[in-house]
């Protein structure tokens, strides 16, 4: 692997690790967030700030900036219990501004110029090569995606999808739906923290315009185009969608028409996305597979 | 007090489970309901009839604690759970169905009951994070599935069902609460003649089981069939409380329902 595929890759991961964040807002719980990129913001500051005044090294500055981000995010996620569909989505299109403009204002964050001079990561003194950074964003993907298994078979995921479905219904099975509405935007955003510090250590350098709308459009583009809801879908939409513009080098000018033309298509068309549940594709799949074995489809869901 | 008939049923023996003390609700300066007293004991089926717009919905809404009345309170084994909210009053054992099925249309029908069994847990931190629908309480939301004769359909997804058989899931799902009190919104609006018998049929059995029953319909033959007792609302005013027979002859539950006599 030559060095571009490595940068590449390792922007894969944090997409992958912001798009699996938003699912569990967006896809399990049903609380559209539009302003994704605030939080993969507030990871990358708090991690790059930690690190840059205080001296702290990348392995501390990622928790703390997971906890602190998890911490603004339950803020919201408060918020969000008070606030339907569309006013919660146009509420954090407005925190997603919010945040970049204090980002960019206040000196604190270092201005529109952004806080340079963070660390890559060394282990025992020995800075870390890209490719070994490489293994350390792989090694938080599978940490991310093991415990989003988890969530998804726990009690607790049961009750965010339950939230996400029918809230009243919910609600009136003893899921209280605020205190689980919180718990999911504590546990999206701490995902887009984690991803935050990644990208802060990788980068070296951060500016406010980086976590802005554009961004949390490709990070809801991404999880819409895989399929919301769905574990396998954040992961082949953040793929797909973050090598695209790699891979057709012309489209990179055109990212975000591409991206909002794809959601809309996706919305028009496949609103299950590529390979979420009942989606074409995903069902064609799934008959593949199941057509060898004796009770079929009906099995599935009973285990 | 009340204005209508109120006629002993002897039933002294058995304990009050809900008490609701003159409660009241207005939206918007519109009176739902006017001082509405009535009690029901363990054991009942208890009747809740009257016109449309009538507050029999939002008496229901009121005691399962979505929204608070304006005045007046709410006792369950006497302790007053006016202003639990929806979630707790459900932990502490009343469970309801709607209206308007309310599944979890992604969710296959054996999830559906499993959130209602996950009620120890959802109050907790620790539970949270355990596994779900391990082996005891798959077994317990299987059962419940076949009381309801929708063990066939356990994955299938709930909004892939029929409305008939997705009322019968949420009787499921409610009664995964391990309810005292089982609040039915309409059972069987929507349902043909030999659905609402099986529905009656179901009813019965979960009473026999132990749980009591409150029950919003607009089926007389499936009222005075299944209820105890019946109060009558009208205009969000209880118009008159009893057995069912007496109810069904009671002039002023005829005139609210036909209209005054020429």
Known sequence: ?303 | MDHGVEIDLDRGCRAILLEVRSVSKQFHGVRALQDVTLSVRQGQVFGVVGPNGAGKTTLFNIVCGVYPPSGGSVLFQGRDITRLGSARTARLGIARTFQIVRSFPRMTVLDNVLVGCGHRVYGTLSGLVGTYGREAVRGKAMDLLELVGLEHAAGTLAGKLPIALQRRMEVARALALDPLLLLLDEPCAGLAFGESQDLVELVRRVRDGGVTVMIVEHNMGVVMSLCDEIAVLDFGVKIAQGPSAAISSNPRVIEAYLGKEA
Not at chain 1, 232 to 244: D, F, K, N, Q
């Open chain 1, 1 to 303: 692997m030559g060095l571009y595929q490595v940068t590449v890759a390792i922007t894969t991961g944090i997409y992958i690790i912001l798009t699996m964040g938003l699912n569990t807002i967006t896809g399990y719980t049903g609380q559209v967030s539009l302003g994704h990129a605030a939080f993969f913001g507030v990871g990358a500051y708090a991690s790059a700030i930690l690190s840059v005044r205080y001296g702290f090294p990348f392995w501390v500055a990622l928790p703390l900036a997971i906890i602190s981000t998890a911490l603004v995010g339950a803020v919201l996620g408060a918020v969000s219990t008070r606030l339907r569909e569309d006013s919660l989505a146009i509420t954090t299109i407005g925190i997603n501004f919010v945040m970049v403009s204090v980002f960019k204002y206040s000196s604190f964050f270092g201005g529109a110029l952004g806080i340079g001079g963070i660390r890559y990561p060394s282990l025992f003194g020995h800075t870390l090569t890209k490719p070994e950074y490489l293994l350390v964003v792989a090694a938080c993907v599978a940490l991310g995606v093991w415990l989003d298994r988890r969530l998804v078979r726990s009690w607790l995921g049961l009750a965010l999808r339950a939230v996400g479905q029918d809230e009243a219904a919910a609600e009136s099975l003893g899921v209280d739906s605020p205190r689980f509405k919180i718990v999911a935007f504590m546990i999206g955003t701490a995902y887009a923290g984690a991803a935050g510090s990644l990208y802060a250590h990788f980068m070296t350098f951060i500016s406010p315009q980086d976590f802005g709308f554009p961004m949390s459009i490709s990070i809801i583009s991404m999880a819409v185009f895989g399929g919301l809801g769905t574990l396998r879908g954040a992961i082949l939409g953040s793929c797909v969608l973050g090598l695209a513009p790699e891979v057709f080098r012309p489209l990179v000018e055109y990212r975000n028409l591409m991206y909002g033309a794809l959601l809309l298509l996706m919305m028009r068309f496949q609103p299950q996305g590529l390979i979420g549940d009942g989606s074409v594709v995903w069902e064609r799949i799934r008959s593949l597979f199941a057509s060898g074995r004796v009770p079929g489809r009906a099995e599935r869901g009973g285990v």
